[in-house]
């Protein structure tokens, strides 16, 4: 165990300093332009998981129990909810939006963290952003950058240095609350005081457990949005919480040393579908042999995958849930196969019931490859190997899941991704209107309020 867990923190304060000067002081401007337009893109992906998940059971609950549990009157405390219009305290609707982008496994993840950053930094910037009339596009984007890598280092630091695997929502907090210091302009001491506090109370939640038993609790990542704002308002007022261990802890300091020069942000990855990132692989591999081979789901004989561990601990059956169905490998590669995608419709009511589905399920296995356990966290791998009903033996070679910079989708791909899953729930005009919006934050002259006009109305009834 490290010696500052047996005698007390000893922190570093160069490590410190340099992430204040990244959090507080780094202009917009001198963020790599390259940097500002992918944020755009992280942006625009988790808005449209944000908006498909609204009429969700979970998002419903969470956005109830945000107006019950997390409510204030106070004009500098309180924000409107995402595609909700009711009022609520900011962390209580960033909690709110995070537990129900959450709850619909489509945003986007770093893979080093084992874990996701847009799902707890998005919601954030939404309910700081509104009272910003000043805010600017490309600070609105510098500002969701500072999370990604204030949240991606705090997660990649939190895994090297506890034995437990606990979800994005432990060290998700900090990122949120690094957005809350630099949006509601917290000096050096309160900064270095949020980042504690958001460390301390962070939802050290155990992730094992929810992929044995899949529910509404996913990944932690509303708890981690509550915490980080929370956390930033408390050190505002003068509460206390420092320090954060994961920043400031000597063996934790090579992991900040790169700030603002290698852009995590960058490097996060876009699903293609919403289903756990360690099904894709597999899920790309099939793709792969189904498009080559022409193949129709009455062709299949047999399935065979290969992956690595965690991807082998997904639930194996027929889910009953729409959190099991996310949480699902046979289930997600058997609704591929049948279907030639994975959309809401198929991991949630009727689709949970097909018949097709559970008959082409029984027909695949599902084993853990020592080859690929050894590339995990860094890469997520499988083989497939199908046979075929007129007997043919078909092997995919070793797949990466697409989506991050290893095989990346393209711009237009996340576009259309977006508009999937936004248009059956705002309409075709209000989606692109967003999308829109979205893309020309990076705009020198662009406000924030430009986008956030068109995020907080509830979605019109259909007639």
């Known amino acids: 165990m490290p010696s500052y867990r047996r005698e007390g923190p000893v922190v570093s304060s160069d490590t410190f300093a340099r992430l204040a000067d990244f959090v507080l002081r780094r202009p917009a401007s001198v963020f790599p332009q390259s940097v500002l337009e992918q944020a755009r893109y992280l942006l625009l992906d988790t808005l449209g998981i944000a908006i498909a998940a609204g009429p969700m059971d979970a998002g419903q609950i969470a956005r109830d129990a945000a107006v019950l549990l997390y409510g204030s009157g106070d004009p500098h405390y309180s924000a409107r909810m995402l595609f909700d219009g009711r009022r609520a ?14 709850n619909l496994d489509g945003h986007d993840g770093y ?6 950053i847009g799902v707890a930094v998005v919601p954030a910037l939404a309910a700081l952003g509104e009272a910003r009339s000043d805010l600017t596009g490309p600070e609105a984007l510098a500002s969701l950058v500072v ?49 504690g506090i958001a460390e301390y109370h962070g939802p050290r939640s155990q992730m094992m457990r929810e992929i044995a038993t899949p529910t509404m609790l996913h990944d932690g990542s509303g708890l981690g949005a509550l915490v980080g704002l929370s956390a930033a308002v ?15 802890a000597p063996d934790v300091a090579a992991y900040w040393q790169d700030l603002g020069v290698f852009w995590q942000s960058l490097h996060q990855y876009v699903k293609p579908y919403p289903i756990c990132r360690w099904a894709h ?7 792969g042999l189904c498009l080559a081979h022409n193949l129709a789901p009455s062709d299949i004989a047999h399935v065979q995958i290969n ?23 046979r289930f997600a590669v058997a609704t591929f196969i049948l279907h030639g995608r994975i959309g809401l419709e198929h991991i949630s009511g009727a689709g949970l019931a097909d018949a097709a589905v559970a008959d082409m399920l029984t027909r695949i296995a599902v084993t853990e490859s020592e080859r690929h356990s ?8 499988a083989d497939v190997v199908i046979t075929t009903n007129d007997g043919r033996v078909l092997m995919s070679g070793d797949v990466h899941a697409r989506g991050g910079p290893e095989a990346p989708m ?20 209000r989606a692109a209107a967003i999308r829109d919006a979205v893309l020309s934050l990076d705009d020198r002259d662009s406000r924030f309020s430009d986008l956030s006009a068109l995020l907080y109305d509830p979605p019109k009834a259909s007639s």
């Open 89 to 102: 305290s900011i962390a209580g609707a960033a909690y709110a939006v995070a537990t129900q982008t959450d």
């Open 111 to 116: 893979s080093p963290t084992k874990g996701h």
């Open 147 to 195: 999370g990604y890598e204030v949240a991606g280092r705090a997660g990649i630091a939190l895994h090297a240095t506890v034995s437990d695997y606990h979800t994005s929502g432990a060290w998700n907090a900090l990122g949120v609350a690094a957005i809350a210091a630099r949006l509601r302009r917290l000096d050096e001491t309160q900064l270095r005081e949020a980042l």
């Open 234 to 248: 408390l050190a505002e007022r003068g509460f206390t919480g420092a320090p954060a261990i994961t920043v400031e």
């Open 281 to 287: 692989a597999a899920i790309d591999a099939v793709r």
């Open 307 to 329: 992956s690595f561990h965690y991807a082998a601990t997904l639930f194996d059956g027929m889910p009953d849930t729409t959190s099991k169905a996310q949480y699902s490998l």
């Open 374 to 381: 050894a590339r995990f966290p860094a890469g997520r791998w």
């Open 410 to 429: 393209s711009r237009q791909e996340v576009e259309a991704k977006y508009m999937e899953f936004a248009v059956p729930v705002l309409g075709s005009d």
